[in-house]
């Protein structure tokens, strides 16, 4: 519909031109106009305003952290980097293979160092180490979402499960702890 009434136009513009002395009539605007209220400020300003409203109750209902205070959420955090990164650099020692095949030794390093760098970041606060724990459990929810639905019976759909809930929730969680992590810190509060 929308098509053919842009159709129309174009052809009366065609047609107008083509008439000899006939001035052209302006062309309707191709941008949207968006509705405007009684004050005058467009539908989606408000609902901007309405949304900076909401975001600065939000951070001003954040507390900082208190010196040495550490989230529950990223001490889990932390905690499951380091058992992740143990079990797989022991499941490499034991000589665990994968589709009859040994893992590559850079592979099952860089993997094991990713997760000590997390879990040491996790316990000093710092703000890329739960970011990047983050990521990596958005990964996972994600990965084993896709193997969900390719699944072919009720166990590999109970291990995806028992994947992406832990991990959902987790990352939930994360995320208000990363706002008070990168939180301002108050004047005098010095430099952690």
């Known amino acids: 519909m929308a098509q053919r009434s842009s159709r129309k136009r174009r052809k009366q513009r065609q047609r107008t031109a083509r008439t000899p002395g006939a001035e052209p009539t302006p062309a309707p605007s191709d941008k949207l106009i968006a509705p405007k209220g009684e004050d005058g400020e467009t539908t989606a300003a408000r609902g ?4 900076r409203v909401k ?3 939000a951070r001003a209902s954040l507390k900082p952290l208190a010196p040495g205070e550490r989230p529950l959420a990223v001490t889990i955090a932390g905690l499951t980097a380091l058992v992740l990164g143990l079990l797989n650099f022991g499941a490499y020692l034991a000589g665990q293979t994968i589709s009859g095949e040994r893992p590559s030794p850079i592979g099952v390093g860089l993997f094991t160092l990713v997760m000590f760098a997390a879990t040491y970041g996790c316990f000093k606060m710092r703000y890329w180490a739960v970011l990047g724990v983050q990521a ?4 996972l929810i994600v990965l084993f979402s896709v193997l969900v639905i390719g699944a072919s019976n009720v166990v590999t759909v109970l291990i995806c499960l028992a994947v992406i809930i832990p991990s959902g929730a987790l990352f939930w969680f994360l995320v208000k702890a990363m706002a008070r992590i990168q939180m301002p ?3 005098g509060s010095g430099s952690r």
């Not at 901007?48 to 949304?51: H, I, Q, S």
């Not at 990596?136 to 990964?139: D, K, V, Y």
């Open 55 to 57: 975001d600065d109750a």
């Open 185 to 187: 810190e108050r004047p």
């Open 48 to 51: 901007y305003a309405r949304g």
């Open 136 to 139: 990596i459990l958005g990964l």
